[in-house]
């Protein structure tokens, strides 16, 4: 089974500490998370208490020693995203990681997509398992799809094709809105992993 601090530790070392940018559309964020999609996370409480005492790059680092901040972010994605997609529950570290990093950058309901799509799209016209519903839900029948897929060797391909939706995503997104193309690097250097396992 996925373990989580594997996934955890690969999608924080893209996750940058905080940031403000104003053409971010998460808003103000901390290590991937958006103020303005989670209001009521208890990191913000710490953030906020030490914005008034640092500045600058003593700010920074006044949050990376911080161990209760820390732990918050830990918790906020094992509980809002690890659990929620159930990837404990899943063979595959590799698809599990793909699963949460992708979630975490696009949402999960995105992340589930392109894994339903993925596996519809290796199933031989239906011959080696049934096609499922592409509704981003992550339930029962997708993690017995997601099974059937894998004990066909089909992890390399599946990973491919998750990546290859995420990309495709990333370009609708820059083509609807080009000021998202000063994110292009980062996106495609460090979440399209097409190829490497």
């Known amino acids: 089974m996925a373990d989580f601090q594997a996934a955890f530790d690969r999608t924080l070392k893209h996750e940058g500490g905080y940031a403000d940018i ?13 103020r303005k999609w989670n209001k009521d996370w208890p990191g913000w409480d710490i953030i906020d ?5 640092y500045t600058g790059p003593h700010f920074n680092s006044a949050l990376s020693r911080n ?3 820390t732990e918050s972010v830990r918790d906020f ?9 159930r990837c404990s529950e899943i063979d595959s570290q590799v698809i599990a990681n793909e699963i949460f990093d992708t979630a975490v950058l696009m949402g ?16 031989r016209t239906g011959a080696t398992y049934s096609d499922i519903k592409v509704d981003g839900r992550i339930g ?7 099974k059937e897929c894998l004990s066909h060797n089909n992890e390399g391909l599946l ?30 250097k460090h979440r399209i992993q097409i190829g490497k396992i």
Do not use: H, V
Not at 49 to 53: F, N
Not at 110 to 123: K, S, V
Not at 141 to 146: A, G, H, Y
């Open 22 to 34: 104003p053409d971010d559309r998460g808003g103000e964020t901390y290590r991937g998370i958006s």
């Open 49 to 53: 208490d030490l914005k008034k005492s």
């Open 67 to 69: 161990k209760s901040l």
């Open 77 to 85: 994605y094992e509980q809002e995203y690890w659990k929620q997609l």
């Open 108 to 123: 999960k309901s995105w992340a589930i997509r392109f894994l339903q799509r993925g596996m519809n799209a290796l199933n």
């Open 140 to 146: 029962a029948k997708t993690l017995q799809i997601l």
């Open 159 to 188: 990973l491919k094709i998750m990546d290859g939706l995420q990309l495709g995503r990333f370009i609708k997104i820059m083509d609807k809105d080009p000021s998202q193309e000063q994110f292009a690097r980062g996106w495609i």
